[in-house]
């Protein structure tokens, strides 16, 4: 029995009232590999500003658990925001010093809880799969719970960075989210190489996920701003995406400096 939670039911709510009024037409593959009980680290592709509540819409659809999600700290300091987050226990994550975060997301994970991670940290303007950060396999490897990775794709084109689609485009937009097969950090081996190995590893699983929904996928992006370069789109390659978002976070240091 799950115990009841008003915030997070509601906000649930509310996010199958919106894609059910977009006409998202959703397709998901592998739900089996979502654990009926227990923790785990749902490890996330990050290419769109809502893939958070389209895993978690169909992942309550499917067994009704919750999932806990890591988010900026810029998030949880909006006054309604914050109060919305801190209500379904996301967490909260200091860029600066992000400690207290992770022994939060472990101890989460500990007593059974479902942490969505983005190991790629912000959304990724290239829609394809970058470097990881080691986060997710060392919260998973701490905790002794397995990775599970999760594709979506079609969500970018509802909201993203860099672009601002228009309220028709958003009408009836196919989105795929594949479940991968669930697998562990073997926290035997030595730690350095086993996070740094299992990390490419999940890297290469996500991308291996995305390439199989993106050749399912019901709609040519031959051409478009959300399909990426080396499949004809017009999206920046990941090498110029990477220097757009250096000189962006060259600018927002510079303003932050400014303000202080």
């Known amino acids: 029995m799950h115990k009841r939670e008003p915030i997070y039911s509601t906000a649930i709510g509310a996010g199958r009232t919106l894609f059910g009024l977009l006409r998202v037409r959703q397709t998901t593959t592998g739900l089996p590999q979502l654990p009926a009980t227990g923790g785990a680290v749902l490890a996330i592709t990050h290419f769109g500003y809502l893939d958070f509540a389209l895993v978690e819409w169909v992942t309550w659809l499917h067994n009704r658990r919750r999932i806990r999600f890591m988010a900026k700290k810029g998030a949880f300091d909006q006054p309604l925001l914050g109060t919305l987050l801190r ?3 996301h967490i909260s994550v200091d860029m600066e010093s992000g400690g207290e975060a992770y022994a939060e997301a472990v101890a989460a994970l500990r007593i059974g809880e479902l942490l969505g991670v983005f190991p790629e940290g912000g959304v990724n303007a290239s829609f394809t799969v970058r470097e990881l950060k080691t986060g997710a396999v060392r919260m998973a490897q701490a905790a002794n719970v397995p990775i599970i990775p999760v594709a979506v794709w079609g969500g ?3 909201m993203t960075k860099n672009h601002r689609s228009k309220l028709r485009e958003r ?4 989105v795929s989210i594949r479940f991968g097969q669930p697998f562990s950090a ?5 730690a350095d190489r086993d996070v740094a190995a299992t990390t490419l590893r999940l890297h290469d699983t996500l991308q291996q996920l995305v390439d199989a929904v993106q050749a399912e ?3 040519s992006g031959a051409g478009h701003w959300w399909q990426p370069a080396h499949l004809g ?5 990941p090498a110029e995406a990477a220097v757009v978002e250096t ?3 060259r600018r ?5 400096k400014l303000r202080a």
Do not use: C, I, N
């Open 247 to 249: 000189e962006r976070r």
């Open 233 to 237: 789109g017009t999206a920046p390659t």
């Open 186 to 190: 073997d926290a035997t081996a030595p």
């Open 171 to 174: 009408f009836g937009v196919p």
């Open 156 to 158: 970018h084109r509802l």
């Open 87 to 89: 209500g379904m226990k």
């Open 217 to 219: 996928y019901p709609v």
């Open 252 to 256: 927002r240091a510079a303003a932050t």
